[in-house]
């Protein structure tokens, strides 16, 4: 008698919706593999403004992971000319010291707005139902099937799903990370930093940049300070030509600061201040750098900021899930649970190839759960041997490529170069 005559479908269920998660799941649904996708946020919740530089690493998942039509559709929105840009390195008196772009061996890069990528990579999720907003992730267990073993995953509302794959995608604060006892990522408490956004007329932004196609970066004495402008389209194009009707076109700009907590002069902590006290504290802490920093930060005073400590990851084991398996906690390295993108390899933003290389193992996670529903609907079924050999294969080639980034942007130290 056939396994395939009684055993069902697989099913992935993908746990957050973020970049990578939506990107996944657009695969999945090219190839027919049966997925739902458990997103924590309501649907219209946003972030307006904020950008993403995309590089090589993540046009390889999108090319793994959706039809050209879709690729096309999302470029129309990158910077235009904006990819042969790369940050530019000053010091604390706005002195330029380091040029990257210049190395014929940088990663070149293409901005966009994370809401727009989003959007572009949700909308076919929306369209299919196959997304589900406002489902916060509580815990999983793994039960005994027939065939094989199946993971319920249980949500805050009391609601609950049963699949085959488990795919954490819930960011560095992950808790499925910590459930299946990879336990790889720490807060670096010593640490704070801020993003924060507006919309400057373009003069302005010639006003504050040299450049505005290029994004400024400068770290000095425990702090950092990164400023970019977001021009899609043909406004790179505007902003060159200084007439009048063009001035008061706006840009979406970006400032993010960072710096160690002993060199903030408060008396209380920084969480604790009132929004203006806030900016009165990052004045202070920037008193001595150039003008032009002072004035960057002064365009966007009272702006909300999104503050946090950052997370950052330790490269497991090739055998870490042997490591931590335990009789008494079938959770503990099962290989129904797969990790991708910050939910195993959180690292610094430094380098832009946080959310680049979590796109990048898209490419390698699809064709692995594809062979894997494939299998299921044979004469042999699928069997827990065809997932371990799939997870083993998955990690092999992500916890490599992936932690040699988080190396290169700085491991656990934020004060690496930027660039």
Not at 24 to 51: C, D, I, M, P
Not at 78 to 106: M, T, V
């Amino acid at each position: 008698m056939s396994n395939s005559a009684t055993q069902p479908p697989l099913k992935v269920i993908i746990v957050g919706g973020g970049l990578a998660g939506s990107l996944l799941a657009n695969g999945l649904a090219r190839h027919n593999v049966n997925f739902e996708v458990y997103e924590r946020q309501e649907k219209n919740s946003k972030r307006e403004g904020y950008q993403i530089r995309l590089g090589e690493a993540t046009f390889i998942g999108m090319g793994a992971c959706l039809d050209q039509d879709q690729i096309d559709s999302i470029s129309k929105h990158f910077g235009r000319s904006a990819s042969s840009q790369a940050p530019i390195l000053y010091d604390k008196h706005f002195r330029k010291i380091f040029e990257p772009g210049r190395d014929p061996n940088y990663t070149q890069s293409s901005p966009i707005s994370r809401v727009i990528l989003q959007d572009a990579l949700r909308e076919p999720l929306d369209t299919m139902g196959k997304i589900h907003y406002q489902k916060k992730f509580t815990d999983f267990r793994i039960c005994p099937g027939v065939h094989r073993d199946v993971v319920e995953v249980n949500f805050e509302d009391g609601t609950s799903d049963v699949c085959d794959i488990l795919l954490a995608a819930d960011g560095n604060n992950s808790q499925i990370n910590n459930l299946c006892g990879l336990n790889n990522i720490e807060e670096l408490s010593s640490f704070r930093s801020f993003l924060t956004r507006c919309d400057l007329p373009l003069s302005v932004c010639r006003r504050l940049s040299p450049d505005p196609s290029s994004p400024i970066a400068t770290l000095h004495d425990g702090k950092t300070l990164y400023f970019q402008v977001y021009m899609p389209g043909d406004m790179t194009a505007r902003l060159e030509n200084a007439e009048a009707e063009n001035e008061e076109e706006l840009a979406s700009c970006m400032l993010g600061v960072g710096f160690f907590v002993d060199r903030m002069a408060t008396s209380r902590s920084f969480e604790s201040l009132s929004q203006t006290e806030k900016w009165d504290a990052v004045d202070h802490l920037f008193w001595d750098w150039s003008p032009k920093h002072r004035d960057i930060i002064g365009v966007f005073r009272g702006q909300e900021m999104y503050y946090g400590a950052p997370r950052v990851s330790s490269r497991p084991s090739a055998k870490w899930r042997k490591s931590v398996t335990s009789a008494d906690d079938k959770r503990l390295g099962n290989p129904h649970i797969w990790l991708i993108g910050d939910s195993m390899h959180s690292m610094f933003p430094s380098r832009g190839m946080g959310g680049n290389q979590a796109m990048r193992d898209t490419a390698d996670a699809l064709p692995l759960l594809v062979r894997l529903a494939e299998t299921a609907t044979t004469m042999e079924g699928l069997k827990e041997a065809d997932i371990i050999q799939a997870c083993d294969k998955y990690e092999g080639a992500v916890i490599p490529r992936a932690f040699e980034w988080v190396k290169r942007s700085g491991g656990k130290n934020p004060m690496v170069s930027a660039l």
